[in-house]
């Protein structure tokens, strides 16, 4: 059996597929690209997250970009240009992300059937992959085009490594070059096609054959490590790493996070779990011994389990950082053991090649056994009943919890509880509202952000999602300066004010002694007296003989009286 980027045999050709096959797999495929983008469908009507919002500042000129390489594809050459096709409408960056998932689908079910694996194999590999919801970040933001770019472009070059030639081989390396500056989750993909398969060559041999393929990574690694890019790049704790115990514990926090089908949001605390090993370990050693177990007849739960721990091992160091959208690349791997060792298992120790290597060529049993037949068929029909309800069972399971995600709002505010759609939908809602009240005017704006009582610490949220103004200049280009400030003070007398609710529901107030009027109405209406009371003496030092502002102050001290609400804000 030969399995392409597994291991080659050498000075021999692999086997090519039968005619056709590619077309009655194509519906097959099709369905299941189109599961995946349902289970994802929310991504169209997403919004830029705060990490989108940044890189429109660095293509606007806003901020500067950093001098590097790192990234360099998905990031700054990806971020121009999108942004000259697309502008600041969220809609079709968001398509790509969502389209680009589907593709990903489809390049693994093509790599699963390239790598010697069945039908089966490859289906199921790809429909658990597709409508996983663990991807919900990855989908739902453009920043994280990295993650299926990175995926796409690694699963090319470990196709092209396994062909004969060296001018694959070294098209392989520069493809794989290319996913690197995508993302260098990938870097230590290429280490798998040292594993030996059935007809492979010594391992010098193939160390020998694949090492042009870890040249990019070698020259990554070095290339991070230079004193300039880790000056510019590592410059707090943020990235900071160490390599103790702390990678099992990442390793189990991750594998849990992987094989979790309960909780809603299994990252709302990113932090390392001394925990999950209870349940990490057992998973780990389950795919382990299917590997072992199923070795003799195929290397692909193996190479699987391989992808899963290589494809997580660049993020397993680190100390602050621990995302959800780490595991795309890795899951791919997982899906991969759980779709070949279902397939090795139902046809059986014994028939496994069959299996997996749908296009070898095997003799009729003797006799032509009907029995054997009728067996072989009926196993057949099992492992597809079971394949098709897993992935149908995970479509419903993952669009119920994405659902659940997006539906639990915070307490006493109307925000999503879930802490990266709160900030994507408070970008939505300053953005999509300032923007409306200045559409075709050149406009200095100021937002009163109050920070004071119970809005404290929501107020940062305002803050960080918009990059203290810079988000709203990156989107709006008719906003020509944007100020945020606890209080207004004279200095923004020519600004337009704007009110910045802690909700994200921005209120324009204009300009003059009537906006600082309506903004101390807005204040007391949201229980935000202190503010109010020193936003009203800011305004009656600048506008003194306004009737209006003298009005409020008397709503003011009667709300001062009133006794406090029966329930306490957050």
């Known amino acids: 059996m030969v399995q392409p980027g597994l291991a080659v045999a050498p000075r021999r050709t692999p086997p090519v597929a039968p005619a056709g096959r590619a077309a009655r797999e194509l519906p097959l495929v099709l369905i299941l690209v189109a599961l995946s983008l349902w289970v994802y469908r929310s991504a169209l009507g997403a919004f830029f997250s705060p990490d989108d919002l940044i890189y429109l500042e660095r293509v606007r000129g806003i901020v500067p970009e950093p001098p590097t390489l790192w990234r360099f594809l998905s990031g700054p050459a990806y971020f121009r240009l999108a942004h000259a096709a697309f502008g600041a409408h969220a809609f079709p960056y968001l398509l790509v992300n969502w389209l680009l998932h589907g593709l990903c689908v489809a390049a693994l079910y093509a790599w699963v059937r390239g790598a010697g694996g069945g039908v089966l194999a490859a289906g199921l590999a790809a429909g658990l992959f597709g409508t996983s919801r663990l991807f919900l970040t990855v989908v739902l933001q453009v920043v994280t085009v990295a993650e299926p770019l990175s995926l796409l472009l690694a699963l090319a070059a470990l196709g092209m490594a396994a062909k004969p030639g060296a001018a694959w081989r070294l098209g392989a390396a520069l493809v794989f070059a290319a996913a690197l500056l995508c993302k260098e989750t990938v ?191 009926a196993r057949a029909v099992f492992g597809w009943a079971v394949a098709v309800a897993a992935i149908l069972g995970q479509v419903v399971v993952s ?34 509202r300032v923007g409306a009240a200045t559409a075709g005017r050149r406009v200095s704006a100021v937002l009163v952000v109050p920070e004071q009582g119970w809005t404290a610490g929501l107020a940062q949220i305002l803050h960080s999602v918009l990059g203290e103004g810079r988000a709203l200049r990156a989107v709006l280009p008719n906003l020509d300066s944007v100020a945020l400030v606890p209080r207004w003070s004279t200095a923004y007398r020519d600004f337009e004010l704007f009110y910045g609710r802690v909700d994200g529901n921005v209120v324009d107030l204009g300009r003059g002694p009537d906006a600082h009027r309506r903004l101390v109405e807005a204040l007391i209406a949201d229980d935000c007296l202190p503010d109010a009371g020193q936003e009203l003496a800011t305004a009656l030092a600048a506008y003194p003989d306004d009737p209006g502002l003298a009005a409020v102050r008397d709503r003011l001290a009667a709300a001062a009286r009133r006794p406090p609400p029966a329930a306490t804000r957050p």
């Open 399 to 432: 669009d119920a919890l994405i659902h659940e995600r997006a539906a639990k709002r915070l307490p006493t505010v109307d925000l999503p509880y879930d802490p990266f759609l709160r900030k994507q939908e408070t970008a939505r809602r300053v953005i999509t």
């Open 187 to 377: 870097m230590l993909l290429p280490l798998l096609l040292l594993l030996p398969g059935p007809e492979a060559a010594p391992l010098s041999a193939r160390a020998s054959r694949y090492a042009v393929l870890m040249a990019p990574t070698v020259l990554l690694l070095a290339y991070l490590s230079s004193p300039v890019v880790q000056a510019g790049l590592f410059v707090n704790d943020i990235y900071a790493r160490a390599y103790g115990v702390n990678l099992f514990h990442n390793l189990m926090t991750m594998t849990g996070w992987a094989t979790d089908f309960r909780t809603p949001i299994p990252d709302l605390y990113s932090t390392l779990s001394t925990a999950a090993w209870r349940t990490g370990l057992w998973v780990t050693l389950g795919f382990a011994a299917l590997a072992v177990v199923a070795w003799r007849a195929t290397r692909l739960p193996a190479f699987g389990l391989g992808w899963w721990l290589l494809a997580l091992a660049p993020v397993l160091p680190l100390l602050r950082q621990r995302y959800l959208h780490y595991l795309y690349v890795p899951v791919a791997g997982l899906t991969l053991a759980v779709g070949a060792g279902w397939e090795w298992a139902v046809a059986g120790a014994r028939a496994a090649g069959a299996a997996v290597e749908p296009t070898a060529k095997r003799a009729a049993p003797a006799g032509g056994s009907r029995a054997t037949a009728g067996r072989s068929g």
